[in-house]
């Protein structure tokens, strides 16, 4: 009976921690085709014409693109609040509900007064998603290494 009892809860919390965690495949943790842990090269390749101040990349098209300090020629951040949009095809200016919707609820949300943060992380924990969304848009987007 012990047993049977201990099988149960066991199986109970399982199920109970996949409810609490919605962790989103790794490859969906990137904009316009480019991940965090990706070359810089081939994210230029992929983005086009840009300007570089320090370790960050402005392109023309509202990407920007963090260089990682202690691994050069790695994309460590990249964001976004224009252009480009997430493997599963949300991008700025589209509506907040499309984010749950799309990814489930967020492993940690963040409220202040004006505007709202959820944050997802990969399944393996070493890439983050964010977006913040203000007066129920979407106004940022943000891959970044952990």
């Keep these: ?9 066991a199986g109970m ?13 790794v ?9 965090p842990g990706s070359s ?8 086009g014409t840009h300007n570089q101040r320090g370790d960050k990349l402005f392109f023309t098209n509202g990407i ?14 990249i964001e976004t609040k224009s252009g480009g949009a997430t493997p599963a095809g949300i991008s700025v200016g589209m ?20 505007d709202t943060e959820y944050t997802y992380y990969s399944a393996d924990y070493t890439k983050k998603i964010e977006f913040k969304v203000i007066r129920g848009k979407i106004v940022k987007i943000k891959c970044e290494l952990r």
Excluded: F
Excluded at 15 to 23: E, F, N, P
Excluded at 27 to 32: K, V
Excluded at 64 to 77: F, K, R, S
């Design 64 to 77: 920007v693109i963090e260089v990682a300090e202690y691994t050069p020629g790695i994309v460590e951040e």
């Design 40 to 47: 810089v090269e081939a994210a230029k390749q992929k983005l």
């Design 13 to 25: 919390m399982t199920m109970t921690a996949a409810v609490c965690y919605a962790t989103v495949p």
């Design 27 to 35: 490859d969906n943790i990137a904009i316009a085709d480019v991940a």
């Design 95 to 114: 509506k907040e509900s499309v984010i749950t919707q799309t990814y489930g609820n967020p492993d940690k949300l963040e409220r202040d007064s004006d």
């Design 1 to 9: 009976m012990k047993n049977k009892i201990l099988t149960v809860l």
